[in-house]
């Protein structure tokens, strides 16, 4: 079945400095979804990306979705103690409405 | 407010007593889904539903039930629970279709079986 791999599986930076998760599907990709999980809290929806070589940007985050379409990045630019969270990327593949969820990056910044 | 309502929290069981946790979404999504969250193995799918009175196995559906009698509730059903069941669960809920709409979470169940 589907997998979707994501590295790295943990990242502790220094507040200020850059952040960067990566996503890959074994499959192509309808589209590919980002969530935000707060310490103790819920998966939130950060954004959909649908589109081959499609890039959006919310802020201080960047998401790209590749060419291919089997895989993904955000990226946030200089960090603060408010982007501490584990996320997650999440694929949709074919005609299955199903998503696939990485395994997620935990985020831990030092201020 | 919109949102996913799952109850209870917090819940503290017996190996083989019966229970449910219940979930309920006031935004009339087609879909709901069940997640268990578990340390190293992220988010793993119990049930899903596109709709009322259709349900599908995920990738962990073993020792689960779901229904879905109604649009809006899609309670998680534990016939005999054991203790490797022990875990973090989230309903999920969202329109199929739209493109860009993602899933909403409840709050999560924490479930402790001893």
């Known amino acids: 079945g589907q997998q979707v791999m994501q590295i790295p599986q943990y990242q502790h930076v220094q507040e200020g400095e850059d952040f960067t998760t990566y996503c890959n599907s074994s499959?192509?990709?309808?589209?590919i979804q980002w969530y935000k999980q707060r310490p103790g809290g819920h998966p939130v929806f950060l954004i959909q990306l649908v589109k081959s070589g499609e890039v959006k940007k919310q802020k201080r985050l960047t998401f790209q979705f590749g060419e291919a379409k089997k895989n993904s990045s955000l990226h946030i630019t200089a960090t603060q103690t408010t982007d501490v969270g584990t996320y997650f990327c999440?694929?949709?593949?074919?005609?299955?409405?199903?998503?696939?969820f990485g395994k997620g990056t935990l985020l831990t910044v030092n201020p | 407010e919109a949102q996913v309502t799952q109850n209870p929290r917090y819940l503290i069981t017996v190996t083989g007593k019966k229970l449910t946790v219940t979930c309920s979404q006031n935004m009339n999504h087609e879909y709901m889904s069940w997640y268990r969250q578990d340390p190293g193995l992220g988010l793993r799918q119990i049930y899903y539903?596109?709709?009322?009175?259709?349900?599908d196995k995920g990738d962990v559906p073993e020792g689960y039930k779901v229904s879905r009698k109604e649009k809006r509730n899609f309670p998680l059903i534990l016939e005999s629970p054991s203790p490797n069941q022990t875990s973090l669960y989230f309903c999920?809920?969202?329109?199929?279709?739209?493109?860009?709409?993602?899933?909403?979470f409840g709050s999560g169940t924490r479930l402790t079986v001893v």
């Open positions: 999440a694929g949709r593949g074919g005609s299955n409405y199903k998503l696939t």
């Open positions: 499959t192509t990709l309808s589209n």
């Open positions: 539903s596109m709709n009322v009175e259709v349900t």
């Open positions: 999920a809920s969202s329109l199929i279709g739209g493109e860009s709409y993602g899933y909403t």
